[in-house]
Antibody, heavy 123, light 111 residues
Framework: EVQLVESGGGLAQPGGSLRLSCTAS????????MNWVRQAPGKGLEWISY????????FYADSVKGRFTTSRDNAKNSLYLEMDSLRVEDTAIYYC????????????????WGQGTPVTVSS | QSVLTQPPSASGTPGQRVTVSCSGS????????VSWYQQVPGTAPKLLIS???QRPSGVPDRFSGSKSGTSASLAISGLQSEDEADYYC????????????FGTGTKVTVL
């Protein structure tokens, strides 16, 4: 099973930026389609983005479109979520999650998840 | 705001069968596969069911999924204390430019 580890969370001011990272231990991310999912305190799960293995196909939730950018560096075995123009409502735990193989180049089923990294947006 | 609607809560005693429903529309459940996730509070979600009714390796056969039209269901038979958790359905939605949506979530309590 793929072990995913997120990092980069923390405190940011409204309007500020943060960059989250996701790496896989003892496994190459380059063959994996990946997603970011978040969970606000006491709330349900919210999918926010998907990236294909090459990075050429991207999908975003409307709530983050134009503010968040997902990318990957397969040479560094890393996935990134660049978060700009942060809002208080972006406060959440952010998870990276691996797509189950066999998708049609879009989010499908997420069969491995990281432990999550917390992001707090507050002045 | 989710387009997949689940009951907020469900409960049962140990050994009972509990079902959780997930109601969607033609643009999501009606035309795409449904997945189910289990989340014990304070931990990351875990995939329970993919492609409507497929259990990943390691998931007990007490968990089963089904889909009919624009609705899906998760059944837990032989309920155990460790099944107390939040459960979410999810599916791709073809509307607009497409997006993946989780259900509103159901808290399952073992009495």
């Amino acid at each position: 099973e793929v072990q995913l580890v997120e990092s980069g969370g923390g405190l940011a001011q409204p309007g500020g930026s943060l960059r989250l990272s996701c790496t896989a231990s003892e496994f190459s991310l380059r063959t994996l389609e990946m997603n970011w999912v978040r969970q606000a305190p006491g709330k349900g799960l919210e999918w926010i983005s998907y990236i294909s293995t090459s990075g050429s196909t991207l999908f975003y939730a409307d709530s983050v479109k134009g503010r968040f950018t997902t990318s990957r560096d397969n040479a560094k075995n890393s996935l990134y979520l660049e978060m700009d123009s942060l809002r208080v409502e972006d406060t959440a735990i952010y998870y990276c999650a691996k797509n189950l193989p066999g998708s049609k180049w879009r989010p499908y089923s997420f069969d491995s998840w990281g432990q999550g990294t917390p992001v707090t947006v507050s002045s | 705001q989710s387009v997949l609607t689940q009951p907020p809560s469900a409960s049962g005693t140990p050994g009972q069968r509990v079902t959780v429903s997930c109601s969607g529309s033609s643009s999501n459940i009606g035309s795409n596969s449904v997945s189910w996730y289990q989340q014990v509070p304070g931990t990351a979600p875990k995939l329970l069911i993919s492609t409507n009714d497929q259990r990943p390796s390691g998931v007990p056969d007490r968990f089963s999924g089904s889909k009919s039209g624009t609705s899906a269901s998760l059944a837990i038979s032989g309920l155990q204390s460790e099944d107390e958790a939040d459960y979410y359905c999810a599916a791709w939605d073809d509307s607009l430019s497409g997006f993946y949506v989780f259900g509103t979530g159901t808290k399952v309590t073992v009495l």
